[in-house]
């Protein structure tokens, strides 16, 4: 999925043409969506659209991918689009599938279209907005647009190469499924897990930790949740590193979260056996 973004493989415009001045999220973010689509592009910024204009037209000449007009389009869930949403509806799909652009489109683009459009609050349109030239500034609008836009499509690059990432740790997950009997799940590192594992039958995860040694978590309830089929016991957690081998039982057991949905053990065999004692005091 992740070389899908790369240009040549999307039908992705040579020219585009948006509005000068003042910018918002909507037009940033979709900007700098069109040049990961086409690394080459040509962006002009502009009050008056071009007659002869043969590029992609975007938040302004009340064409396919404006939304200012009256008859502005709006989505099922009552969100209107944006130019961002108008660009990801066009493009998305071909970029990261259908499945994973309806979620970006709910999460991450449709606040900004619904703050472009109402001027809800919003964080990061609030963060791209202070971009702007302040009003007795001397720094051009252009020239401001453009430090948004190579932000913006940092976030967006970070975005995608995470969830590339998570499609590739499907299949170390799932191996490792295929060889982990029983509770608990012993994966040969760390990789992104919960979407694969939840509702599997497996209640504790144990995996290499980046800081040494390896980590001990327990499986969420369902998605979205931050309740767990089994959690550390209660007398491990928040203890200090000298006091747990003493309170466990565990020699290399050094370190459990006060919330209890982590701990951590130096040996391979120490993790194992918390995830034991986790699953027996459940």
């Known amino acids: 999925m992740e070389e899908r973004l790369f240009a040549g493989k999307v039908d992705a415009p040579a020219k585009g043409f948006t509005h000068g001045g003042k910018f918002h999220s909507d037009d940033v973010f979709a900007t700098a969506f069109l040049r990961m689509l086409n690394p080459d592009i040509e962006i002009q910024r502009g009050y008056d659209v071009p007659e002869d204009f043969d590029g992609i037209v975007y938040d302004i000449g009340r064409g396919a991918f404006d939304h200012h007009q009256e008859d502005k389009e709006i989505r099922e869930n009552g969100c209107p689009y944006a130019a961002f949403g108008l660009i990801w509806r066009e493009y998305g799909t071909q970029c990261v599938g259908e499945e994973e652009a309806a979620k970006f489109d ?13 001027g809800c609050s919003n964080t990061l349109a609030s963060i791209i907005a202070n971009f702007n030239p302040s009003w007795d500034s001397e720094d051009s609008y252009d020239d401001c647009f453009w430090e948004a836009v190579d932000f913006a499509q940092v976030i967006l690059e970070k975005h995608f190469a995470a969830v590339a990432g998570i499609c590739r740790a499907k299949a170390v997950v799932h191996e490792a499924m295929a060889k982990s009997e029983g509770e608990i799940l012993v994966l040969p590192c760390y990789a992104p897990w919960k979407g694969e ?23 969420p309830v369902e998605r979205g949740s931050n309740e767990l089929l089994c959690e550390m016991p209660e007398e ?34 120490g993790a194992i056996q918390a995830a034991k004692i986790a699953l027996q005091n459940k």
């Not at 594992?197 to 800081?211: A, E, F, H, L, W």
Request: some cysteine; charged content about 20%.
């Open 197 to 219: 594992v939840i509702d599997s039958g497996y209640k504790m995860v144990v995996y290499p930790s980046n800081r040494g040694g390896y980590s001990i978590q327990g499986v």
């Open 236 to 269: 491990w957690r928040g203890k200090d590193a000298s006091e747990l081998p003493q309170i466990s039982g565990i020699p290399t057991l050094r370190f459990c979260h006060a919330s209890g949905f982590l701990a951590a053990a130096d040996s391979f065999e």
């Open 106 to 118: 709910e999460k991450f683009v449709q606040p900004l279209d619904e703050s472009d459009n109402t």
